[in-house]
């Protein structure tokens, strides 16, 4: 009878506080498996692992220098029709010496239904992004450049369309488009530049929208290797990460660290290299990428703040390790990149923010949801 009272109370108390949308089924079942659930995390955790052994626990000094530092970060939202796919890009540069400066870039524009439409849009942003990356870099004078996120798994993340196409089709789009793609890229032009060949593709290519994204994806390749020209200023930071390259534990390495220290410092770097990471072939720049080397580590800034990895293109000694955490240092808050925190925050597009530019358009086609 107790128990029962108590789950009356938990699912009155949710009601008062939270309106009482979710089921009362789905609450009383959640109130029935709290127990078995919690002993569950007991095998989350494996003795062995001793993430302490990998890690230097150490005050971080801060570099007191002038520095030009610039960070970014995009965002995408999109909005589905019965017949098309409405979305909006945007993506924010800050830099900061004497004066903070923005670069902004965004889009907005209709894409139609298809089984690759996520993986497309994605890399959309990753070239806006990216772009707007190669602006800062290129005319003002940057000493470091912070991501939001991570180079590496953008490297080496699977193309969607490589077994879609025949070699032969792919073969003829890079023979036919590279040159006057890689034209486009040096106007040094925040677009996706391979929308500009959609009619000629159209025309001479079946199937032609996976003919024309399999040229976006170039695209994001030749983009990357002229960011990596400027490698030592590079600097990708994530604050979740699945990746287990320390442990090889179900346990990402970033919880494994962030539960076992909770003190300034950072892990011993790991040097991974592209071709150790993927299998596959590059369509193009083969042998640059799979020779490409990065470093990963891991940091508290500041102690008992976020734990963060951390990752260079290149192989990156104690020093430049600890002359990159004392940059970072002195140019955060709460143990996070000021200015990634501040692009975070400018760029972000909510629904609600969609659902204004739709009727901007003045769209009153359903969107399905409206027909239940």
């Not at 139609?112 to 942003?125: A, G, K, S, T």
């Not at 600097?235 to 979740?240: D, F, G, L």
Request: glycine share 4%; aromatic share 12%.
């Amino acid at each position: 009878m107790y128990f029962y009272k108590k789950i009356s109370a938990w699912i009155n108390c949710y009601k008062h506080h939270l309106g009482g949308f979710m089921l009362e089924s789905l609450l009383k079942l959640t109130l029935n498996k709290r127990e078995t659930i919690l002993e569950k995390l007991d095998e989350f955790i494996n003795p062995d692992i001793q993430p302490s052994l990998k890690w230097k626990e150490k005050p971080l000094k801060i570099n007191k220098s002038r520095i030009n530092l610039s960070a970014g970060d995009g965002s995408i939202q999109k909005k589905k029709f019965l017949s098309f796919i409405f979305y909006a890009i945007s993506a924010e540069t800050l830099i900061y010496e004497s004066r903070l400066e923005r670069i902004e870039s965004s889009d907005v524009d209709i894409i139609p239904h298809h089984r690759f439409v996520e993986d497309r849009l994605r890399n959309y942003m990753g070239l806006y992004e990216l772009k707007n990356a190669l602006i800062a870099l290129q005319n003002k004078n940057v000493d470091y450049y912070l991501f939001d996120g991570s180079l590496l798994g953008n490297l080496i993340r699977p193309f969607p369309l490589d077994r879609e196409l025949r070699t032969g089709t792919k073969k003829e789009i890079i023979k036919e488009y590279l040159f006057p793609l890689e034209k486009e890229l040096n106007k040094n032009k925040v677009e996706i530049s391979s929308s500009k060949f959609a009619e000629d593709i159209y025309s001479k290519f079946i199937p032609a929208l996976e003919s024309l994204t399999y040229l976006e994806n170039l695209e994001s390749l030749i983009v990357m290797r002229e960011l990596l020209g400027d490698e030592k200023k590079i600097v990708a930071i994530s604050k979740t990460s699945t990746r287990n390259d320390y442990f090889h534990s179900n346990i990402p390495d970033i919880s494994l660290f962030d539960r076992s220290n909770k003190k300034e410092g950072y892990s011993q770097p790991l040097f991974l290299k592209v071709s150790g990471e993927v299998k596959r072939e590059f369509p193009v720049l083969n042998q640059y990428f799979r020779d490409k080397e990065f470093t990963i580590f891991y940091a508290r800034l500041e102690d008992h703040k976020n734990m963060l990895k951390i990752e260079v293109p290149y192989k990156a000694d104690d020093d430049q390790i600890e002359n990159i955490l004392s940059i970072l240092k002195g140019n955060s808050v709460e143990g996070y990149p000021y200015l990634l925190k501040k692009a975070h925050n400018d760029v972000v597009i909510k629904m609600r923010d969609l659902e204004r530019l739709s009727l901007m358009m003045g769209w009153l086609e359903k969107d399905g949801r409206e027909m239940l």
